[in-house]
C-alpha cells in the first residue's frame, strides 16, 4: 500500500498564486514594450519610421 503525504493546501495555493502573479506580470511587460499596445509612452506616426526592406527584396 502506498501512503500519500497531504499537502499544505494553504502553501501549494500560495504557490500557484505566485506563480500565477509572475507570469501575468510578465506577459503585460511583454505587451507594453511593444510600439501598438504601449500606453505610457505611445509612439505617434510621425516619430514612428517605417521598416526597412528585407535583403533583395524590390
Do not use: E
Not at 34 to 49: A, G, H, L
Amino acid at each position: 500500500m502506498v501512503v500519500r503525504k497531504n499537502y499544505n493546501f494553504r502553501a501549494v495555493l500560495g504557490a500557484y498564486l505566485a506563480a500565477g502573479l509572475v507570469v501575468a506580470f510578465l506577459i503585460h511587460f511583454i505587451v507594453l514594450s511593444s510600439p501598438k499596445y504601449n500606453w505610457i509612452f505611445p509612439q505617434t506616426s510621425t516619430n514612428m519610421t517605417a521598416p526597412a526592406p528585407a535583403p533583395g527584396a524590390k
